[in-house]
């Protein structure tokens, strides 16, 4: 069985705000995008339609770490 090994990074987002339940996994990679533009947090969340604090915690809280976790996964080639 051959096993193709991709570079593809991986998105570990939530897929729904864990407090109100409302879906905004589709919106990280326009959040993420913007913020490398330098963008205001307000400014961004006014764009992708976030309004509720719950919702915008899920934003700026987040911690990419699956580049830290492949440091120990078992790369069989």
Known sequence: MNILILNIRIMLFPIRCFTCNKVIGHKWNIYNNMKKDKCNSDQIF????????????????HIE?????????????
């Open 46 to 61: 006014d764009k992708i339609g976030v309004h509720r604090y719950c919702c915008k915690r899920m934003f700026i809280s």
């Open 65 to 77: 770490l699956i580049d830290k976790i492949l440091c120990y996964s078992d790369k069989k080639q």
